[in-house]
């Protein structure tokens, strides 16, 4: 009797849903991706529930939205008792697996977020979300040399290298050891989370230069002539940077990989880039919500969808894949939104709500009154709020 399908999650972080090549961005180099996109599932308008790292990764995880899944601030951990597609798994016999960035974790608001501070909390096995297996580090944003600390390591240790590269590494070791006949007695679902293409920006890239500023195709959307044009171009000329290394290090974890295994690859959230004048995430907006989710490997073709998936779905997607099972999307719309607002410099300044569907965006603030909404099938770039009194396009 065959055993079901081992599943792997390949999780970004900051990795718009529109720079990839093939999704027409001729400014991201992206060969790997392209080639796994040509023989998945391409979900082209999948969205994340949160454009924050830690409410996404929760609703990612346990399929719920923030707050039920006990993610409000920013710094809230992720509550031992929560239920994950882990212990989902782990029900139907497989062996589960985490690598990489947690940053749900009980972390010192006070410490700096970047560097060893973060990168060194502890995260102990009862809040690791039900892996059995779990190998990572809290967040830090530590693009190179990062720390990693977990069931075979015990106490932070740091690690040489660009931190995709190592985490593939890291990921692929454990998968081949996991392949082999003498330990072949059950499926396994794995998650590889990886920071990248998140700030810093400016950090090296495994060896990839920074595009050229000047050379940067910017959208229509980011106003020109001023300081939100040139920090457009100095930042993305270092995210591509990033963003060809990490293509290349997935490229070489798929090469790992049995043919039969089934890939999921998405991100956690995008990042605005001047689109609208704006900078990072945490708003409404298609730079910030919008998240590649490619879905292909073993007995999936090719196919390109637009139905309105959501990160909360791939719990619920990956039980079916386990089960041999068809999944589709049941919603009309996605909804998103912002639980609190994170204080931290260029994010979204005030808590807000919504839906979204190929064709349709509205948003509300936390107190119910309309804010934005856009016909995105005549104005994809939402430079035009059909909001009564924001018809200007302003917030």
């Not at 580090?137 to 190179?144: D, I, K, R, V």
């Not at 609208?276 to 945490?282: M, N, Y």
């Not at 005030?350 to 804010?371: C, E, L, M, N, Y």
């Not at 016909?375 to 035009?384: F, K, M, N, T, V």
Request: net charge neutral; glycine share 10%.
């Amino acid at each position: 009797m065959s055993l079901p399908p081992d599943i792997l999650w390949i999780v970004t972080t900051q990795w718009r849903a529109s720079a990839h090549g093939f999704a027409g961005d001729r400014n991201a180099v992206t060969p790997h991706l392209d080639a796994f996109a040509s023989r998945a599932i391409n979900y082209m308008q999948a969205t994340t529930p949160h454009p924050f790292g830690p409410f996404a990764r929760a609703a990612l995880l346990t399929g719920m939205p923030s707050p039920e899944n006990g993610v409000t601030d920013y710094f809230d951990p992720l509550p031992a008792e929560a239920r994950t597609v882990a212990h989902d798994l782990a029900e139907r016999g497989y062996l589960t697996s985490y690598f990489g960035k947690w940053h749900l974790g009980l972390r010192d608001p006070a410490a700096p977020l970047v560097g060893g501070g973060h990168a060194r909390t502890m995260v102990p096995r009862s809040r690791r979300g039900g892996f059995m297996h779990w190998e990572g580090f809290e967040s830090g944003f530590l693009l190179n040399d990062p720390w990693m600390q977990g069931t075979r390591l015990g106490e932070p240790v740091r690690l040489r290298g660009y931190q995709s590269d190592v985490l593939v590494d890291w990921t692929g070791d454990w998968v081949e050891t996991m392949n082999e006949a003498s330990v072949r007695r059950a499926p396994w679902f794995g998650v590889m989370s990886v920071e990248a293409p998140h700030p810093p920006y400016g950090a090296p890239a495994a060896g990839i230069k920074p595009r050229e500023p000047a050379a940067i195709a910017l959208a229509a959307n980011v106003p020109r002539g001023g300081e939100v044009e040139a920090r457009a171009r100095r930042e993305l000329a270092g995210y591509y940077a990033h963003i060809e290394a990490t293509d290349r290090a997935i490229g070489r974890l798929l090469a790992r990989l049995e043919p039969s295994t089934v890939v999921v690859i998405t991100s956690v959230h995008g990042d605005q880039h001047g689109g609208r004048g704006l900078f990072r995430k945490g708003w409404p907006h298609e730079e910030s919500v919008r998240v590649p989710l490619l879905v292909g490997g073993g007995s999936i073709g090719a196919a390109r969808s637009v139905e309105p998936v959501s990160l909360l779905d791939l719990r619920e997607m990956t039980g079916a894949l386990a089960d041999g099972r068809p999944w589709v999307c049941a919603r009309e719309s996605a909804p998103i939104s912002m639980p609190s607002v994170v204080a931290l410099p260029d994010q979204c300044d005030r808590v807000w709500k919504g839906q979204r569907s190929a064709a349709r965006k509205r948003i509300f603030t936390a107190d119910g009154k309309p804010w934005l909404e856009f016909d995105l099938l005549a104005d994809p770039l939402e430079q035009r709020n059909l909001v009564e009194g924001h018809r200007a396009g302003g917030d």
